[in-house]
């Protein structure tokens, strides 16, 4: 699977939020903790629908979790 151009602080989040589990995200976001580990690992780039969900549930800006390079 190529990695994709979409970089995330997906990690970093869950940790400052209390370590939390990527189970837990999953179940926060409606995803399958698969799904939060190809994001995390940068081969999977989310849909807009769950770009937000994730970042409703880390209280934050879609740009705070996700990043899109100028020149990919």
Known sequence: MASTPVRNTIRALRFARGEMTQQA???ACGVTRQTIIALEAGKYA???ELAFR???AFD???DE???WPRNP
Do not use: C
């Open 25 to 27: 995200l999953a179940e």
């Open 46 to 48: 989310p849909s807009l």
């Open 54 to 56: 994730i970042a409703h």
């Open 60 to 62: 934050v800006g879609i």
């Open 65 to 67: 979790v996700f990043q």
